[in-house]
């Protein structure tokens, strides 16, 4: 060790300290309150993920697990159906698994902006990150700003594929909304 790295180390902290707000500012604190409501979500968790990404939320990607959307073109339940249309300035997009198609889901569920067909299990991490890059890239959407919302254990992999802001359980989603 080099003389002095006490005092080094003592100064660079000291800097941070300097360089770091302890506080957001009020109005800004508001602002995401007001933005986390929009979204159905609770400012604990949109604030994580805001702090994770380093972007705002544009875009809730859900699995047609969370959605509850179970067998061909089945529709939505009401309780997602209302949490979904409360959704304010963001695109409501979901990956569909089979045996729904996205065509069927969209027209039985027009809430939702745009659907495509979700990753299977034993497809490869290429395959994956192809099928969730896509329809993000299909909106137009940089990955950071895009919240993947699922109910399955294969589906957190969906946010690292698609190098989206984060991955939220559908339960703890819905539960804010409620």
């Keep these: 060790m080099d003389g002095g790295h006490r005092w080094r180390t003592h100064q660079w902290r000291s800097a941070q300290r300097q ?31 805001r702090q994770a990404s380093g972007q705002d939320i544009l875009a809730l990607m859900f699995s047609s ?11 939505m339940p009401d309780a997602e159906t ?6 304010r300035a963001a695109q409501k997009l979901t990956l569909v698994h089979a ?3 996205p065509d ?16 299977k299990f034993n497809e490869s991490w ?7 890059s896509g329809l993000i890239q299909s909106q137009k959407l940089p990955g950071n700003t895009v919240l993947v919302i699922g109910d399955a254990p294969m589906e957190r992999d969906w946010s690292t594929a698609g190098r989206a802001a ?11 909304g409620a």
Excluded: C, H, W
Excluded at 82 to 87: I, T
Excluded at 126 to 132: C, E, P, T
């Design 19 to 49: 360089l770091m707000r302890k506080t957001i500012p009020l109005m800004v604190v508001k602002m995401r309150m007001k933005r986390a409501a929009e979204l159905g979500m609770d400012y604990k968790t949109y604030a994580s993920i």
């Design 126 to 132: 290429s395959a994956m990150r192809d099928r969730v």
């Design 166 to 176: 984060g991955y939220l359980p559908a339960s703890e989603y819905f539960r804010a």
């Design 104 to 119: 069927g889901v969209l027209s039985a569920n027009p809430v939702l902006d745009a659907a495509d067909v979700a990753p």
């Design 99 to 101: 045996p729904n198609t």
């Design 65 to 75: 697990n969370a959605l509850r959307i179970i067998g061909q073109g089945a529709k």
């Design 82 to 87: 209302r949490a979904l249309d409360a959704v």
